[in-house]
């Protein structure tokens, strides 16, 4: 469990080999594609698509999902086995208990892993938002509760048939009644307008308000009773009340008199205050008032209903930011959860960190961090859009570093293993369509147009688990004329010796685009990669930006 790094793979698989109560703050977004068809979650029939290819086949009630339910059915003083009896009477077996069970069993080594000072903040909207809170009372209890908070991330989204869905839900809970809470550093600061309606008056210092000098009731003979200069409390009914030593002391020095120091006799202090100029007296009114100052405003304290502009939530205003990753949140939102429920210092784990917003946050902020994605595509966004650029070079696991760990991925994950190999040419984006994709792995778009021909479209193929087959090639090849693609990549995990194959690659002609002249289609291995070899393509388009980027070799 290394800080500062990346891990490639399911966050199961990693958080069970991680230490006890390690962990100051968790934030997930964990897949979730609500744009999907919202009947197919209570049935039983296939899954929906989700937000991460590598969890395209996740949401639906298969084997794997049977396994877990009974697991859980059978672990008496597992937190979860309440839940998934009452889930299971409530769902029946179905694509949203395959999910639940799923969360479940992950939120489990969450818990395990805060410190009791810990949190832990999941991301969702309304389609399962009800059903997870449930899920997190069961695991976390319903006493560590601490918000729903709603999160404005469009300013509009029209629907015909029915209220527009513009809000997102927070669900955030503490390990324990104990957690580290610092609300105040996520202040939001009052706008122009607010602090001329709170602060009316102005004087050398800037802008304040008239805060009151006296409370209500009166007590005879006290020194507070006593007539203070043409002011006299008592006979309103008053007593004067000069704030407390402590906070005094704290807003003199805060209101530019460093050093003073409070006088015990209350004449004296009042005397002290009107000598500073901190004492309001009014043109008309029956007693003066302390003068706080809006540069002393703390701004309004958070609330669990967040409006204010954070950062994208429209095209035009992500322009920026945004990398094109389809779940991606801005920096503004994690900016706002992580101070007030992290230490300086303290470590933030996002187990679905996509591209990376949290774990940028917590980088910012000055906290220590891990991401965790199954997505190779995400870890190589995270790694090159998001940290070289800042100069920081970020250690990765579970990425395959070597052409055994690259065959072991295509023998156990093989989807995972076509996502990395596509990933491994910059301008290449792994395709995400599951079925009727005619095998093909990968896309890609170059920026220029080639002399011989009108499309400007790459594709690949990736065969990792099994001997090279020519007629599987010619299928591809089949494809590429049949798109009338631009240029095809090939790929596999050990290079192609097949004379007859090659001669057919050389077969399918160049393209010509500008003065790069390369092989329509070509043979491109992971040995190759692992020897510093790259394909020959013309210039390619950032499948996220639409920006030129010249293929080369990842690190």
């Known amino acids: 469990m290394k800080d500062q790094s990346l891990y490639y793979g399911d966050c199961l698989d ?3 080999g991680w230490p006890d109560e390690s962990v100051d703050l968790i934030y997930l977004d964990p897949p979730f594609n609500s744009n999907a068809d919202y009947n197919i979650l209570f049935g039983r029939g296939n899954g929906t698509p989700a937000q991460v290819r590598g969890f395209v086949d996740t949401w639906k009630w298969d084997e794997a999902a049977a396994d877990r339910a009974l697991r859980f059915r059978n672990a008496v003083s597992n937190p979860m086995h309440r839940a998934t009896l ?14 639940l069970t799923y969360m479940g069993e992950r939120l489990v080594e969450m818990r395990r892993l805060l410190k009791p000072s810990g949190s832990l903040y999941l991301h969702c909207d309304d389609t399962a938002s009800h059903y997870l809170k449930l899920l997190l009372d069961s695991v976390f209890g319903a006493g560590n509760f601490r918000n729903d908070i709603a999160w404005r991330r469009a300013t509009a989204h029209n629907d015909p048939r029915r209220f527009g869905r513009i809000l997102d839900r927070v669900l955030f809970y503490a390990k324990t009644d104990r957690p580290y809470w610092a609300g105040s550093e996520v202040n939001a600061p009052k706008t122009e307008a607010q602090l001329r309606a709170a602060y009316p008056s102005e004087d050398e ?6 805060a009151d000098l006296t409370g209500a009731r009166v007590q005879p003979g006290a020194p507070s009773a006593e007539p203070w200069r043409d002011y006299n409390a008592a006979a309103l009914g008053r007593h004067w009340s000069v704030p407390r030593t402590g906070q005094y002391a704290e807003y003199i020095e805060r209101n530019f008199i460093p050093g003073y120091r409070s ?14 100029g901190l004492i309001h007296h009014p043109v008309s009114g029956k ?3 302390l003068k706080r100052y809006a540069a002393a405003e703390a701004g309004n304290p958070p609330q669990n209903l967040i409006m204010e502009p954070i950062g994208f939530t429209n095209f035009s205003a992500r322009r920026g930011e945004h990398l094109g990753f389809p779940t991606q949140k801005p920096l503004g ?16 784990l996002d187990p679905f960190c996509g591209c990376g917003t949290t774990i940028v946050a917590a980088h910012d902020l000055q906290r220590r961090w891990i991401g965790i994605d199954i997505s190779a595509t995400a870890i190589d966004i995270v790694q090159r859009r998001r940290f070289r650029p800042m100069g920081i070079e970020v250690e990765t696991f579970g990425i395959p570093q070597d052409l055994a760990n690259a065959r072991k991925l295509a023998s156990e994950r093989p989807l995972d293993f076509e996502a990395w190999s596509v990933t491994r040419i910059l301008g290449l984006a792994p395709n995400e369509q599951r079925s009727g994709d005619r095998g093909i792995d990968g896309r890609g778009r170059l920026i220029g147009t080639p002399k011989e021909r009108r499309s400007r479209l790459v594709l690949a193929q990736v065969k990792g688990g099994q001997a090279f087959q020519i007629s599987a090639f010619r299928d591809f090849l089949h494809v590429i004329n049949r798109d009338d693609a631009a240029a095809g990549v090939y ?7 097949s004379s007859q194959a090659r001669a057919e690659a050389r077969a399918a002609g160049m393209v010509t685009v500008g003065a790069d ?8 291995s992971i040995e190759d990669y692992f020897n510093g070899q790259m394909p020959r393509l013309p210039t390619l388009a950032d499948p996220h930006t639409g920006r030129p980027i010249r293929p080369a070799l990842l690190s």
């Open 263 to 276: 006088i015990e006799d209350i004449q004296e202090r009042l005397d002290a205050l009107d000598a500073a």
């Open 287 to 289: 007693w003066p008032g």
């Open 14 to 16: 990693w958080m069970r």
């Open 86 to 99: 009452g889930f299971e009477a409530l769902l029946g077996q179905s694509g949203m208990l395959a999910y």
């Open 517 to 524: 002249v390369c092989p329509r289609v070509q043979f491109w």
């Open 491 to 497: 790929v596999t995990l050990e290079n192609v010796a």
């Open 333 to 348: 939102l994690l900016k706002k959860l992580i101070p007030a429920s992290c230490p300086p210092g303290g470590l933030v």
């Open 205 to 210: 210092r800037g802008r304040y308000r008239s």
